[in-house]
């Protein structure tokens, strides 16, 4: 491997988690993607076993916060991580990384109250979260549009609206709400709130799964009628949503990111697999130009894209982090994982759209990248806005 220089204790840490989680994927769960493709309900013992696998190998929650039992401090040491983690889909929820985000947002921001009830029972597996922010009626690109109110009177929360594509809603035991708590006509800035709704409160109902492009990946729409909480329920303070969800979608968009390049990296995998197979041999394959340039194109996009999550992880690390880095990043991995995922498919031919290999179903995940947790059009947008606004008061921009 190549190695400039003396690599401190935490890199070797990374490297040598990173070659344990690539063993578990490899070994323990690609193998049972066909089975865990079904619908979780079916698949919920092959789930369990991998989950308590993961625990006992010491792979569960490595990037919870260091005091909740996570191993890894810096976002940037896990990318190696998580890109090996990423190689299949499956994996987020099978070493707790599908939690990451609520863990380090309820750590952070929880009451008293919260850190008891929600966040050490997720730690230990106990309780599941979701998050529920777009709604049916709404843009999801535009918060100041959320319509989910929220008011406090004698002590509890009373919540009603309705919020669709939540994640993990077959199995969550609780859902933090981005409500409104201000009228309308106040600004953005201090009208939304997060509040956490167990699953089992009277007035929240599951109305229906959704499936994404045929698949079950566990997305759904709920409702809170007149549904109330305690006070404590509060995340941050009353008016803090747009900052929390600032906060959130930050970590959540670079965690994401790390984990659909890895998927790219499956996918570059499979067609060096490809290129070299008898089929592929006899059809002299390597030596077209056209099949080089696939492969040109994406070890382009994914080397490019990880260096842009590098950048930005480095830059959440130090608590400099501004939404060019990140949006950026979302952007080339999400690229990344298109281009990769359709080469994969196209050197495959007819086998890359069948179900007989993994990339019809890595590809629903490169199509949703580029609408969930940001549409592109919206982070280019806002990441442009915030480019051309620098140039007002600066003349050159340090790259870092
Ligand atoms: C697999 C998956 C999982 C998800 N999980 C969750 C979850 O757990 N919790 C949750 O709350 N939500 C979740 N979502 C929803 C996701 O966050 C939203 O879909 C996303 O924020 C976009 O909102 P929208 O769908 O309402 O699209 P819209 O905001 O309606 O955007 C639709 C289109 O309008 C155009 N557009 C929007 N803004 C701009 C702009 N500024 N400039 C130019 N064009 C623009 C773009 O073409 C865009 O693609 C998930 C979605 C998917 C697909």
Request: with cysteine.
């Amino acid at each position: 491997m190549f190695k400039t220089r003396q690599e401190s204790s935490h890199i070797v840490l990374a490297k040598s988690l990173a070659e344990k989680v690539r063993k578990f994927v490899d070994e323990l769960i690609i193998p049972n993607e066909p089975q865990l493709n079904n619908d979780r309900s079916s698949t919920f013992h092959i789930h369990s076993e991998l989950i308590s696998q993961a625990r006992s190998a010491g792979l569960w929650g490595l990037f919870y916060p260091l005091s909740y039992g996570g191993k890894i401090a810096s976002l940037e040491d896990y990318l190696l991580i998580a890109e090996q983690e990423g190689r299949t889909e499956f994996s987020a929820a099978i070493f707790g990384s599908d939690t990451v985000v609520d863990a380090h947002m309820l750590a952070k921001f929880g009451s008293k109250a919260i850190l008891k009830n929600f966040l050490e029972p997720m730690i230990s597996g106990q309780a599941i979260p979701s998050y529920g922010m777009t709604e049916p009626e709404r843009s999801g690109s535009i918060p100041a549009l959320i319509t989910t109110s929220a008011s406090l009177a004698n002590g509890s929360w009373l919540i009603n609206g309705r919020k669709w594509f939540v994640s993990n809603i077959d199995r969550a035991t609780f859902t933090t709400v981005l409500a409104r708590t201000a009228g309308e006509n106040a600004a953005l800035d201090n009208s939304l709130s997060m509040i956490i709704v167990p699953a089992d409160t009277p007035g929240f109902r599951i109305e229906r799964k959704i499936s994404i492009m045929g698949s079950n990946l566990s997305q759904g729409e709920i409702s809170f009628s007149n549904v109330t909480v305690p006070e404590q329920n509060l995340l941050g303070t009353c008016g803090s949503g747009t900052y929390l969800m600032s906060q959130r979608l930050g970590m959540g968009r670079l965690l994401r990111s790390m984990n659909w390049l890895g998927l790219a990296q499956r996918c570059m995998d499979l067609m060096g697999a490809r290129i070299h197979s008898d089929r592929a041999k006899t059809a002299l394959l390597a030596d077209k130009q056209l099949v080089r340039q696939h492969f040109v194109n994406v070890y382009e996009a994914i080397a490019s894209a990880r260096e842009l999550i590098r950048v930005a992880a480095r830059h959440i690390d130090a608590q400099c982090a501004s939404d060019i880095e990140i949006n950026v990043a979302k952007l080339a991995a999400s690229r990344a994982l298109c281009i990769a995922s359709d080469s994969a498919i196209q050197l495959y031919g007819a086998e890359g759209i069948s179900d007989l290999t993994p990339l019809a179903s890595i590809s629903r995940i490169a199509r949703a990248s580029r609408i969930l947790d940001g549409t592109a059009e919206a982070l280019i947008s806002s990441t442009g806005r915030r480019l051309i606004h620098f140039y007002k008061e600066n003349d050159g921009y340090q790259f870092i």
